[in-house]
T-cell receptor, first 113, second 113 residues
Framework: GAVVSQHPSWVICKSGTSVKIECRSLDFQATTMFWYRQFPKQSLMLMATSNEGSKATYEQGVEKDKFLINHASLTLSTLTVTSAHPEDSSFYIC?????????FGPGTRLTVL | GESVGLHLPTLSVQEGDNSIINCAYSNSASDYFIWYKQESGKGPQFIIDIRSNMDKRQGQRVTVLLNKTVKHLSLQIAATQPGDSAVYFCAETPLYNFNKFYFGSGTKLNVKP
């Protein structure tokens, strides 16, 4: 099946700094990608839909100025957590659809100190 | 977003037994349902899917049942193996936005040798 990668796989940062997470579709093009957040022992919560060449659409309750999404090419979407705080510590997962199937990245573990 | 929930947060079974994991969903307009397996620290892996025009679908060792009357979904794993130990999520995608997945709360499956 298709492969989605994420980078970095884990990151530790200080409170107040910004962190960028990349999501790449390795062997297919994706005009749409999705970003999820997962707290420990909880489910995946859809944060936003990343649209190539246009603005992302955010789910209710997700701060668009806090979680900046850029989908600059057909194979790359980035999520930037701005002014990160400890409560932003989570597992961030992206996904991309290809031929009616959704492929998930391996996730990025963010820890904010 | 739509609500997709699970009845049992944790399920322990003996190796070789059959496992049944349940899921309830709230959006009667949902068209497509998927079961995912997530191992610790990894992204979700597709297991099996089912469309709303079906009530049963079988894969290798897995069967998904859909009861639209009571908005209930189940995953049956035959002859459960230690490698099946993981968290299982059901996900729903609405008819009007096929690729937008909403996940249930998850069930942790423990397979005892």
């Amino acid at each position: 099946g298709a492969v989605v990668s994420q980078h970095p796989s884990w990151v530790i940062c200080k409170s107040g700094t910004s962190v960028k997470i990349e999501c790449r579709s390795l062997d297919f093009q994706a005009t749409t990608m999705f970003w999820y957040r997962q707290f420990p022992k909880q489910s995946l919560m859809l944060m936003a839909t990343s649209n190539e060449g246009s603005k992302a659409t955010y789910e209710q309750g997700v701060e668009k100025d806090k979680f900046l999404i850029n989908h600059a090419s057909l194979t790359l979407s980035t999520l930037t957590v701005t002014s990160a705080h400890p409560e932003d510590s989570s597992f961030y997962i992206c996904s991309a659809p290809e031929k009616f199937e959704q492929f998930f990245g391996p996730g990025t573990r963010l820890t904010v100190l | 977003g739509e609500s997709v929930g699970l009845h049992l947060p944790t399920l322990s079974v003996q190796e070789g037994d059959n496992s049944i994991i349940n899921c309830a969903y709230s959006n009667s307009a949902s068209d497509y349902f998927i079961w995912y397996k997530q191992e610790s620290g990894k992204g979700p892996q597709f297991i099996i899917d089912i469309r709303s025009n079906m009530d049963k679908r079988q894969g290798q060792r897995v069967t998904v049942l859909l009861n639209k009357t009571v908005k209930h979904l189940s995953l049956q794993i035959a002859a459960t193996q230690p490698g099946d130990s993981a968290v299982y999520f059901c996900a729903e995608t609405p008819l009007y936005n096929f690729n937008k997945f909403y996940f249930g709360s998850g069930t942790k499956l423990n397979v005892k040798p």
